[in-house]
């Protein structure tokens, strides 16, 4: 079967979730029988997200390739059983500099070189890379409708239709229909005027999601389809859900997937959503509760920790659970009590991130939980961290730190390492602190040998995993005797033992750190063992200290 293409465009404002809408149709055309593939296109400027500031973008989803891409990559994987790459996202700096480098070679022969055809072709031939991959490619165009940036996307996107066959492509637009309380009524005129924009570049939308508080009339839909020249049952409710694993199951109940189906030409059998369905219940109707506080320092932006979150939650329905998040700013917590702030979590957690600030309030957390003996769970610089607070006061390594925050620390218990083996590349890498932003770090999968008597092996139950890295510090291996004569049970190992992976203790009802980044490979039909771990284990913690408390 010919790849069929679906684009989805948004309109009015951003953050309508295009992502969460891509990722629930492509989890339908899979009920269906179909496979799909994804693909992001980016309008900013960046080669890719890797170095802009959480607040501004959220998360950076790293795939197994290595890839730094937009967080929606993590929705597509989340939503449908896809493995997503490089190929995967692309953004206007990849695609000019991709221009730029043949225009430099000579590739154009001396032509003169324009947004169209040159920059439309790079794109076109981005878009191509899906091709033959799946059966369905759904192509998500970033920004909104009347972005300038947005334009040479929308462009390339117009010129496909015709290159490729009308019959294998597919306009989806999604839009907001507010709601307006006073008047008590939705208004239609931002979906008209979206379309109207979206058409005045010759994109006429094949399928138009309204995003919307509440299920649309009849009458509502009839004006739509009217005003933006589509029938009636081509428009569909994207209604507001208490979960994003309900969006399936809303779309389907608005016979979206008919629809593409029909519209693309193609043949499946019926749609299967029992997972789907089974999956819902069990999040809306948990027999158990756990509260987490995750301690970090971008918690402004609920988006930067995207698929950290979405991971707990994938934990506590593996657990019968619901799992309350209450975010915690390490930098305030620095002059606060940790009694006062964490003494109602059932588990600590501290995520990845970068930078000197908010670190001590880091570091108290790892020692309240420590001391307290609350589950802990630290990811990346929570593993960093954890190893610190250690040296500091269980080593007796007071100047303990990472030389990312003391470059002159006499126990630099974690460091950059300027030469190490990328099992990856297969190759020796260099890094130096004047490198390329990006060129220090250690991205995507990398292998790691469990030791078997560990929190790590009981949860994964296998001696080899493997996961994904976003980094540039590591366990400085000077001090790893020193640190184990203490207690610190180094877990998780490379396969040469040079790179730590996994660090625990072992007098704790569970106290787990890890180098890599187990959320990006967390789904919810299949959890992270590491989260499911961990959210089991606070779940018990909070029974006993119900216990003791009666």
């Known amino acids: 079967m010919k790849t069929k293409f679906i684009f989805v465009t948004g309109g009015v404002l951003s953050s309508l979730g295009k992502g969460l809408a891509s990722a629930a ?31 501004q973008h959220g998360e950076v989803f790293v795939t197994d390739d290595g890839a730094e891409t937009d967080l929606d990559l993590g929705h597509y994987e989340r939503f449908a059983n896809v493995r997503l790459g490089k190929k995967n996202n692309f953004t206007t700096g990849k695609i000019y500099y991709s221009v730029i480098m043949k225009e430099r070679r000579g590739d154009y022969l001396g032509g003169t070189i324009q947004v169209i055809p ?42 496909f239709k015709w290159d490729v066959g009308k019959e294998n492509v597919l306009y989806v637009h999604l839009t907001l229909v507010p709601y307006i309380k006073t008047a008590g009524e939705v208004k239609t005129k931002p979906t008209q005027h979206s379309v109207k924009e979206l058409r005045s570049i010759g994109i006429q939308p094949d399928i138009i999601l309204c995003r919307t508080e509440k299920l649309l009339s009849k009458d509502i839909k009839k004006k739509i389809a009217l005003f933006c020249n589509v029938d009636v049952d081509q428009v569909i409710t994207a209604k507001d859900v208490e979960s994003i694993y309900e969006v399936p199951l809303v779309f389907h109940q608005e016979h979206l997937d008919d629809k593409i189906v029909k519209l693309l030409h193609m043949w499946t059998r019926a749609p299967r959503l029992e997972a789907w369905e089974e999956l819902v219940e069990k999040i809306k109707n948990p027999k158990f509760s756990v509260r987490i506080a995750i301690v970090g320092k971008y918690i402004d932006l609920k988006e930067s920790y995207k698929s950290l979150n979405e991971a707990l939650v994938h934990g506590g329905i593996a657990n019968d659970c619901q799992v309350a998040l209450d975010f915690v700013d390490s930098e305030a917590l620095e002059s606060a009590d940790c009694n006062d702030t964490l003494r109602n979590a059932d588990g600590v957690l501290i995520p990845g991130g970068f930078g000197a600030r908010g670190i001590e309030g880091k570091m108290k957390a790892v020692h309240f939980a420590r001391e307290e003996k609350v589950p802990f769970f ?35 218990v974690i460091y950059l390492m300027k030469e190490w083996y990328d099992y990856q590349k297969k190759t020796i890498q260099q890094r130096d602190v004047s490198s390329d932003k990006g060129g220090t770090m250690r991205l995507g999968a990398y292998p790691c040998l469990l030791r078997e008597d560990s929190f790590a092996y009981k949860a994964y139950n296998k001696k080899e995993i493997s996961e994904r890295h976003r980094h540039r510090y590591e366990f400085n291996n000077r001090f790893k005797s020193a640190l184990e004569e203490k207690g610190l049970i180094i877990s998780g190992t490379s396969p040469d033992g040079e790179l730590v992976e996994i660090v625990e203790i072992a007098d704790h009802p569970w106290f787990l ?27 018990k913690y909070k029974g006993n200290k119900k216990k003791k408390d009666e």
């Not at 992001?40 to 080669?47: M, S």
């Not at 878009?127 to 390339?156: H, K, R, W, Y």
């Not at 607070?389 to 620390?409: I, L, P, Q």
């Open 513 to 539: 750190g890890c180098q890599f980044h187990p959320e990006f490979k967390s789904r919810p039909m299949d959890p992270h063992p590491l989260f499911c771990a961990f959210i089991n284990a606070a779940l």
């Open 378 to 412: 630290g990811i990346c610089l929570g593993m960093q961290m954890a190893v610190v607070e250690f040296a500091k006061h269980v080593a007796g390594m007071k100047g303990a730190n990472s030389t990312e925050f003391d470059k002159n620390t006499d126990s630099a």
């Open 118 to 159: 040159h920059i439309t072709d790079e794109i076109k031939k981005s878009i191509l890379l899906m091709e033959n991959s799946a059966d369905v490619a759904i192509i998500e165009i970033g920004g909104t409708i009347g972005d300038i940036e947005s334009l040479p996307f929308q462009e390339a996107i117009r010129q």
């Open 25 to 55: 149709i492509g989890a339908l055309l899979e009920s269906r029988g179909l496979s799909v593939t994804f693909q992001k296109l980016d309008p900013y400027i960046n080669v890719d997200p890797g170095t802009m500031n959480p607040f």
